[in-house]
Structures are given as C-alpha cells and as structure tokens.
C-alpha cells in the first residue's frame, strides 16, 4: 500500500507564510545577476556568450499558483549538437503556471506526451522517454519497409536517451526547434562512473547538478502535475529512514529477441528484430514494469516517483526521481513517466491573470539543503582528477573558489556563476595530499579538507 503523507508545508495560513515554505515558490534558480547564456560551436571549445538570460527570471504567486518567467536557458554552457541539429539553445520566452497544492489523479493515469512534461529549476524543459520517431509509420508501405526518423504511429516507440544520444551535449541536453531540454538526468557524462560519451573531453560543461551517493539528491524541478522531481539518491524508506541508497527504477528490459508481442502478451504490429542496429532498449516497448519491485520501498511505482519524505518536504510528498543504474547512467523512464501520477494542471501561458506577488527573498548568496554546518559539498573524496564543489539549492551571487595546501599557498582557482550550484577544480597537476577548498564571497566564507591521491 502507498503512504500517503498529509502535506502539511502547504497548510500555511496567508500568501505570504506560503511563499516562504512552498518549494514550488521557493526552489527556482533566479537570475538577479544578468547572467547570460552560453554555447559551443562545434570544434572550439571556447564557449560563445548568447545574447538571452540564463535560469529563471521572475518568480511569482497568487493564493494558489506560481509563476515562472524563463527563456528557458541554462546556466551551464550548451552544445554543441555532434548528430547534425541545426538549432542551438533559443528564448523560449516562456510562463509556466504550477499548482501550489498538486492532487492525484483518480482513474486512468494521463500519459506523458511530447513536448514539455515538466520544467527544471533552472527554467529548462523536460521531456519524457521518446523522441517522435516509432518503426512503423504512414510512409513505410510506400517505401517498402519503415524509415527510422520518419513520423511514428505509437507503434515500437524510439527511446530519445538510447537513439540521441550522439547528439546531447556534454549535460545531456539538447534543442528541438530551439527548445532545450532534458530527457533524463540532468548530471554531465563526465561524472558518470561508466563515461559512456565523450563529448565532455573538449566541450565541458556542468549540468544543473552533480551525483552525490552520500547525500539525498537536490530538488530539481517540477513536473506538469505540480509533483517535485528529484536527482538520483534519496532515503531508503518513504519515512525518511535506512540511510541514503539509489532510487531504482521498477521498469526492466524484457527477454526477447523479437518484437512481436507487448510485455502484457498481447499482439502488436512486428518491429524489427533485436539485433546491433535495434538493440535492446531502442524502444519503449523493450521495457516492462514489475510491479514486485515497486513493493521494495527504494524502488519506484510505474510513473516513476513514490510518497517519500524529503529535505524540502519533511512530512511527505509524492515525488518523481531521475533514475540511473549502478554506473549513473540513466535508467528508464529516465524521470516522469510513462504516465504521471497526479492531474496535469500545469501549464504554459501566453500571460498572468491573476493578481500576483513577486517573490523576492533576501539572501547572502546560497541558500539550501544544509545540516546546520555544511553548506557546501566537495566530492569526490579523496580524489584523483577533478574535484566538483556544489553548494546547495541557489547561488544568487557569484563565489570565488579557492584551493589551499597544508602551508596556505594558493594552488587552484574557479567560480560558481551566479545561478549556477556547482564547478569543477581539476586535480591532476597536483601532488597527492592534503587540501583546503574555500568558497567565498562578501558575506559568506566556508572551507572543507579535501584529499588528492593520484
């Protein structure tokens, strides 16, 4: 039986006691800096300043909605697209509207669809499994057989991750017409234990976060039914107890060497067989749920999320979870879906109509997930090549990032942009030993020991 948690950050009394605890108001990546996006064209690897504003812009509420103003562009540099997309990241110049209070849906559950099914926190859109392309299609008796690329019929829908994957950047991102977006977890190959990409190697980039399998993943957005969707790790148990372990997916490849039938037995239109060219995973239907694992509280129900308590919401949600396998690479359905969970009520606007609140916090510079004394992490630890610093949910000024050793000599410098949460200092020049990384700025100082050990 699912918990169901009583939600009671949304019981606030007023507007305004609303605004300060309801992540949907209060998680956005606001850019109060300026700051612009970025991209690679392809064969340099210096990156190019874009003329359009990076992360959120504006956040605001009424009594029951938030609105998020986004160009939909992220803080990290994109691109470039190695597949032959002709688009780079464009203004989106979008509104998207999101409940306060999400409600689940009763009946047959809503499947995802193409497009937008959800928005990062960093105003970046995510889309769910596919890619548009299924094997058969209105052409393919005219041709004489499917042409891959070609306009699908929901007939052995193509995996976006598995088929696209030459084509995402070093975030595992991409355009369609301009539109950014993710359809998996939005961490950079480079930090993935099994590197399955190698595009990071001269176009590097971030992502919006890290992995971290010691700490419950970051809230990282939202999906279209107001349902907070979460990075790879969380608690164990939905009451927030047993530890910090990998949220699985319940979804599993089938066993099968022909694509005759659906996972339910039942017959379906042939796709072709399973072989180098279509390998197992191409498509949708490769997959099946198995309902006995969802029964294993760090596994997931079939749209992909659980009622769980989280950092942001100690008395429980409803959540969605970026899903990776052991190596971190992502794991169908990747984030939301097949279908979502809750009524799809979420929606982009051509205007706000409703009198609303800008919502304006004041801040020092980070805010986020802390313990009381760390509000930054530094991992790996020890390390051999590279070191990422991330700090919690919101850097809304920018911090200098300094690497000391054991005599306070200077030996490594970056930054983390304003609207960012994380860089990368790169260790291999260093000798093996002890070190002291600082994050800073006017109002904030914070230092951590790492270990390098080559």
């Known amino acids: 039986m699912k918990l169901q948690i009583l939600l009671s950050a949304f019981l606030c ?63 990290y540099v994109t691109g470039p697209f190695l597949d032959g997309n002709p688009s780079i990241a464009t203004n989106q110049n979008a509104i998207f509207k999101f409940p306060l209070t999400p409600t689940p849906k009763t009946g047959t559950p809503t499947p995802t669809t193409m497009g937008n099914i959800g928005v990062f926190i960093n105003g970046v859109a995510l889309f769910d499994y596919r890619d548009g392309v299924s094997w058969k299609n209105s052409t393919s008796a005219m041709a004489g057989g499917p042409i891959p690329g070609g306009p699908g019929d929901g007939v052995w829908n193509r995996d976006a991750v598995v088929a696209e994957k030459g084509g995402f950047d070093c975030s595992k991102g991409h355009p369609a017409m301009g539109n950014y977006h993710h359809h998996q977890n939005p961490s950079a190959f480079k930090l993935d234990r099994n590197v399955i990409s190698t595009i990071c190697n001269l176009y590097d980039a971030d992502g919006l976060y890290a992995i971290d399998s010691t700490k419950h993943s970051p809230l990282l957005g939202f999906a279209y ?4 969707i979460y990075g790879a790790y969380g608690y164990k148990n939905a009451d927030g107890t047993g530890g910090i372990v990998r949220i699985k997916s319940s979804y599993s490849l089938r066993s099968i060497t022909t694509r005759t039938t659906y996972a339910d037995g039942s017959t379906v239109t042939p796709g072709p067989a399973v072989s180098t060219t279509y390998p197992l995973g191409l498509f949708r239907e490769d997959y099946q749920y198995n309902a006995t694992s969802a029964a294993t509280p760090d596994y997931l129900d079939e749209h992909n999320g659980r009622f769980c308590v989280t950092p942001e919401y100690p008395s429980g949600t409803y959540a969605y979870f970026c899903t990776v396998d052991a190596n971190w690479n992502s794991a169908y359905p990747y984030a939301v879906g097949p279908t979502f969970y809750g009524n799809v009520v979420a929606t982009k606007v051509p205007s706000i109509t409703e009198t609303v609140t800008v919502y304006n916090p004041s801040t020092s510079g980070v805010t986020g997930e802390t313990d009381g004394t760390i509000l930054f992490n530094a991992f790996p630890n020890p390390t051999a090549d590279f070191v990422a610093v991330q700090v919690g949910q919101l850097v809304t000024s920018e911090l200098s990032v300094d690497v000391f050793d054991m005599t306070g000599r200077l030996v490594q410098q970056s930054k983390i942009a304003q609207g960012s949460t994380i860089t990368y200092v790169d260790t291999r020049t260093l000798y093996n030993g002890d070190y002291v990384i600082k994050i800073y700025n006017g109002s904030l100082s914070l230092s951590k020991k790492i270990t390098i050990a080559h």
């Open 13 to 75: 009394t007023g507007v305004a006691a609303e605004a300060q605890t309801n992540p949907v108001i209060t998680k956005w990546l606001r850019n109060t800096s300026g700051l612009l996006g970025r991209h690679y064209n392809s064969g340099s690897s210096v990156p190019i300043n874009d003329a359009d504003s990076a992360n959120v812009q504006t956040v605001l509420y009424s009594g029951t909605s938030a609105y998020i103003r986004t160009k939909g562009i992220p803080g």
């Open 225 to 228: 039914d107001g349902y907070p």
